[in-house]
């Protein structure tokens, strides 16, 4: 069982950074895939960026460039340093994670475990 904590959102100006926290429980962190999913109202639930095992990462897209994930495993923290906000990133992010990521790591069903979601708010 694992359990997560985001934290870090807020509300900032477009241009801006912010850097959300997803603090994980259990004694084998560094054997799980972790993530970052946003949604915002209205809309799905959205892959944001990955960082498996190996700490290999992937990325959206929409966010290629501007969002670094990272991960400390002696901390049992994931990271999204997320610059150059932009409005449409409005959203709730959530933290997931998995221990055997059996398929894509970009698909929100394969995750086992979610954090609460921390709100990031950017205005124009």
């Known amino acids: 069982q694992v359990q997560l904590v985001e934290s870090g959102g807020g509300l900032v100006q477009a241009g801006d950074s912010l850097r959300l926290s997803c603090a994980a429980s259990g004694r084998t962190f560094s054997t799980y895939s972790m993530a970052w999913f946003r949604q915002a109202p209205g809309k799905e639930r959205e892959f944001v960026a990955a960082?498996?095992?190996?700490?290999?990462?992937y990325y959206a897209d929409s966010v290629k460039g501007r969002f670094t994930i990272s991960r400390d495993n002696a901390k049992n923290g994931v990271y999204l340093q997320m610059n150059s906000l932009k409005p449409e990133d409005t959203a709730v992010y959530y933290c997931?994670?998995?221990?055997?990521?059996?398929?894509?790591?970009?698909?929100?069903?394969?995750?086992?475990?979610w954090g609460q979601g921390t709100q990031v708010t950017v205005s124009s």
């Open positions: 960082i498996i095992w190996s700490g290999s990462t």
């Open positions: 997931a994670a998995v221990l055997l990521l059996r398929s894509s790591y970009s698909d929100s069903r394969n995750y086992a475990y």
